[in-house]
């Protein structure tokens, strides 16, 4: 089976909706949102699809495989609530790490002495403000509003839009019936990617998603081997290699 039939397998059974073919934001004229709607109530629906643990996670640490051009590579992930995050896959032998935490951001492609990466560090921040709900809620500078509703993969979901007074804009896409959340259409330094979840599953007390698909210029498939919770974060993960 193809790497695309994979993926419509997967979110189809996942979200019982159409194939990840299909999916696609709707460019007319959305129909007008329930009057009876507001963003309190659908947060309120999206904290409790993700599991009574969710308001006190604390850490994510997973482990991933993605398909790229040079096949299956597997890499990790580390995050904490705070906003430090450290990514790594391994391409073709060959170790790439990104590094964000609140004193800057940094990556290497394991050939080469470490460089800085500008602005990763605010959108580190931002995104763990989403992944851990805080945006939400309102807190780290977010504002929350209701931005209409949105068509992807054939179903109509509510959109909850986080700003942080520029440009960007961090929509959260949620069926407020249930509060399922269907994916993150993020837009930075004006470029827009879909981020879809899938394969929802209850780990010590909170639902996280062992499928994810980046839709950009291409499709970038991540499956979820192994998730940890709540597990402190060894410093060293996030200090700069000597001499970058």
Not at 57 to 70: A, D, K, P, S, W
Request: aromatic residues 8%.
């Amino acid at each position: 089976m193809t790497s695309r039939g994979r993926l419509a397998l997967t979110f189809a059974a996942s979200l019982a909706l159409a194939t990840p073919a299909a999916a696609q934001v709707a460019s007319e004229a959305p129909p007008p949102i329930d009057a009876s709607q507001s963003v309190r109530a659908i947060v309120a629906k999206y904290v409790e699809f993700r599991g009574p643990a969710y308001p006190q996670l604390q850490t994510i640490h997973e482990r991933f495989y993605v398909e790229t051009q040079l096949g299956r590579q597997s890499g990790g992930v580390w995050m904490d609530r705070d906003g430090r995050v450290r990514r790594e896959i391994n391409a073709g032998g060959v170790r790439e790490v990104s590094v964000a935490t609140p004193d800057g951001a940094w990556r290497t492609d394991g050939a080469s002495g470490s460089k800085d990466d500008p602005g990763a560090a605010e959108r580190a921040r931002r995104y763990a403000l989403l992944s851990f709900g805080d945006a939400l809620t309102g807190r780290g500078g977010a504002t929350v509003t209701l931005g209409g509703v949105a068509q992807v993969m054939d179903k109509t979901w509510s959109v909850l839009r986080v700003s942080f007074g520029d440009a960007d804009t961090y929509d959260v896409l949620v069926d407020p019936s249930n509060g399922l959340l269907c994916c993150y259409r993020i837009t930075e330094g004006g470029q827009t990617r879909l981020e879809l979840f899938g394969e929802w599953r209850l780990v010590d007390g909170v639902r996280m998603p062992f499928a994810q698909l980046t839709r950009t210029a291409g499709d970038v498939q991540s499956e979820i081997g192994m998730i940890e919770l709540n597990r402190p974060l060894e410093p060293a993960l996030f200090q700069r290699p000597a001499g970058g």
